[in-house]
């Protein structure tokens, strides 16, 4: 698993500090550094609570999402 | 209402299909794609009477769920082959959860094996990535680890006892929009 974080994005809030069960992260000078990037089981807790969007998670496997309306999408789409 | 209207909803359920009673469905029909309003509208029933019975049996809401969750379990699995070891009884569940749920056994770095001995218990921990109750639970804004959870707990649960013959017990150790991590406590 490879974690980034933005430097210049991360506002240093230790959102991601908190929230992760595996201590995955620490701060340090106010910015978040993902220090045991192996223990992270990629439950992307993190990515939801991150308010400046700073993560980046590489060789994840992303779970099936159900839940997102094909027909919602389409207009979004149209709109976007 | 019109006579128009009804022989419109008529025709609407008519077809020249011949049906035996012995011909077996070979194939999901309609097909996955035009199920998806389906899928949806039972997304929101069960999260409909997830909310309700949290609503009027407080607590007592997971016990029916995890009870319930367990009893599938046991009926499920039991048709599968007894193990004793636990990892083939992970296998063994990894099959049957096949569509609905998919999870692997996780270690935190500084754990040399997947059976944990810790405190004087002792247990595995489970990733779930794909998990239809976290589906259900985010399509209805729905906080996660509730009732329905207990479902799977129970199913989780239910079937490793019906495989192992061992007793077993499942926390929730965290939960995330795209995987949970659970511990799997055997005794």
Known sequence: ?80 | MSAGYIDEMHEAFHSDLVYRSEDIPLECSPKPREMEQTLHGVMKLNGLVIRSLEEIAGRGANAVTYRAGKKFGHEVAKYFQKREDVEGALHELSDLLRGQYSFEVWKPEDKETFIIEENGETFIYLVFHDCIVRQTLRRNGLEQGGPLCQTLFGYVVGAIEEITGRKAKLEIVHTGPNACLKKLILK
Do not use: F, T, W
């Open chain 1, 1 to 80: 698993m490879e974690i980034h974080v933005d430097k210049d994005a991360c506002v240093g809030c230790g959102l991601c500090v908190k929230d992760c069960p595996m201590n995955v992260y620490e701060l340090q000078n106010n910015v978040s550094v993902a220090v045991r990037p192996n223990n992270c089981m990629g439950c992307l807790s993190c990515h939801e609570i991150c308010p400046a969007q700073a993560l980046e998670h590489r060789g994840i496997y992303a779970a099936r999402r159900h839940y997102i309306d094909i027909k919602v999408c389409e207009m979004l789409r149209k709109v976007v």
